[in-house]
């Protein structure tokens, strides 16, 4: 489920930060934050926070290159990595 849903939420906060949405990456960001950190990507529940909280800031701007965006794609596609190779191994 984690590994279906995670990169349709990537793809959401990138195309969110395209757009400057904030609305959409805080939502985003909060929607995969939980079943991070329920499968222990703490790395990644945190920069998900890091990002909603960016995000819910007035006077935030945001665009594919933002720092908090980049910690949550490069952290998710590190856990993405790392939950493919386990469940081969299954």
Known sequence: MY???APLQLEAIREA??????RAL???????RSPSA???ALGLAEA????????????AVFSLESPLVQAVLGEAERV???LT??????
Request: aromatic letters at 2%.
């Open 85 to 90: 190779s386990r469940s081969r191994e299954l």
């Open 38 to 40: 329920s499968l222990g």
């Open 48 to 59: 998900c926070a890091c990002l909603e909280a960016g995000a819910s800031s007035a006077s």
């Open 17 to 22: 930060a395209r757009q400057s949405d904030r």
């Open 26 to 32: 805080a939502f985003h960001a909060h929607a995969l």
């Open 3 to 5: 590994l279906e849903d």
């Open 80 to 82: 993405v990595q790392e």
